[in-house]
């Protein structure tokens, strides 16, 4: 879809895109379709998740990182749904891991966008007040930002055990009225999050948190307020809980 260019002499705006990482099987929710692509209500989580950050006003264009052998599919998916107009939306292959797959997306973005949201496609259900609040929050000049929760449970850091279902020494308890669950979308200042990624090295699995790789350049992250509803799809029960919160969404909104 294209955008419409600015009068001559006017200088384009600065833009905001969210980039959604959309290439993992999501081995955890059991065999089948990849994570992004299971039905939520009937309507695949991609779609969700590209909806909701589509509702946002701040965000004009969507890039969805898919399948490396799955693009096409992908494209089709989005072609065929109702997006808003406002809204431009690319689609292209990522890598094996999320860091590469968030580097790929970062890459195929136009030179006009300087704030840079990255969202999980497991959390299909993020409120656009969420959405809207990491976006200014970036808009007013914080490199790096990220919604978040209290958490409502006491944590302990163990030592993990050689074998699964060994019991776990306890090493301490932090405290947690200083510990925050973290979600997404996490906003960005563009050159921030394209140094962290040029800068960062992470092994293995790579990086799951963009956050994390911009407090290793030892830039400051901020947290605003994140919601209950954009939790993540990870296990089957957390697709039961999606059901029924897209469900009283429907009875209650017309969602």
Same mark, same amino acid.
């Given at each position: 879809?294209?955008? =419409?260019?600015?009068?001559?002499?006017?200088? &384009?705006?600065?833009?905001?895109?969210? *980039?959604? +990482?959309?290439?993992?099987?999501?081995?955890?929710?059991?065999?089948?379709?990849?994570?992004?692509?299971? %039905?939520?209500?009937?309507? +695949?989580?991609?779609?969700?998740? !590209?909806?909701?950050?589509?509702?946002?006003?701040?965000?004009?264009?969507?890039?969805?990182?898919? +399948?490396?052998?799955?693009?096409?599919?992908?494209?089709?998916?989005?072609?065929?749904?109702?997006? @808003?107009?406002? =809204?431009?939306?690319? #689609?292209? @292959?990522?890598?094996?891991?999320?860091?590469?797959?968030?580097?790929?997306?970062?890459?195929?973005? +136009?030179?006009?966008?300087?704030?840079?949201? !990255?969202?999980?496609?497991?959390?299909?259900?993020?409120?656009?007040? =969420?959405?809207?609040?990491?976006?200014? %929050? !970036?808009?007013?000049?914080?490199?790096?930002?990220?919604?978040?929760?209290?958490?409502?449970?006491?944590?302990?850091?163990?030592?993990?055990?050689?074998?699964?279902?060994?019991?776990?020494? #306890?090493?301490?308890? @932090? #405290?947690?009225?200083?510990? &925050?669950?973290?979600?997404?979308?996490? /906003?960005?200042?563009?050159?921030?999050?394209?140094?962290?990624?040029?800068?960062?090295?992470?092994?293995?699995?790579?990086?799951?948190?963009?956050? /994390?790789? #911009?407090?290793?350049?030892?830039?400051?992250?901020?947290?605003? @307020?994140?919601?209950?509803?954009?939790?993540? *799809? =990870?296990?089957?029960?957390?697709?039961?809980?999606?059901? %029924?919160?897209?469900? &009283? &969404?429907?009875?209650?909104?017309?969602?």
């Amino acid at each position: 879809m294209p955008s =419409t260019p600015p009068p001559a002499g006017r200088p &384009r705006p600065l833009r905001t895109a969210a *980039v959604i +990482p959309a290439a993992g099987r999501g081995v955890r929710l059991g065999p089948g379709a990849p994570k992004a692509l299971r %039905a939520l209500g009937g309507t +695949p989580m991609l779609i969700h998740a !590209v909806r909701a950050m589509a509702a946002s006003r701040a965000v004009s264009l969507v890039v969805v990182v898919a +399948p490396p052998d799955g693009a096409p599919e992908v494209k089709h998916l989005l072609d065929e749904r109702a997006l @808003p107009e406002r =809204t431009d939306y690319l #689609v292209v @292959p990522g890598g094996e891991t999320r860091q590469e797959s968030v580097r790929l997306g970062l890459e195929a973005l +136009p030179e006009d966008v300087a704030v840079v949201l !990255v969202h999980d496609a497991a959390r299909p259900l993020v409120p656009v007040d =969420t959405v809207d609040a990491v976006a200014a %929050a !970036v808009r007013d000049g914080a490199p790096a930002v990220v919604p978040a929760l209290p958490l409502a449970d006491t944590v302990k850091e163990v030592e993990p055990a050689a074998t699964p279902g060994e019991p776990e020494p #306890v090493l301490a308890t @932090p #405290v947690r009225a200083r510990l &925050r669950a973290v979600q997404t979308p996490q /906003g960005f200042d563009r050159d921030t999050l394209e140094r962290a990624h040029g800068e960062v090295a992470v092994d293995g699995e790579g990086a799951t948190d963009d956050a /994390g790789m #911009v407090e290793r350049l030892g830039r400051p992250v901020v947290v605003v @307020p994140g919601h209950e509803e954009a939790f993540k *799809v =990870t296990r089957p029960l957390d697709l039961v809980l999606a059901e %029924a919160v897209l469900a &009283r &969404r429907r009875a209650n909104d017309g969602f």
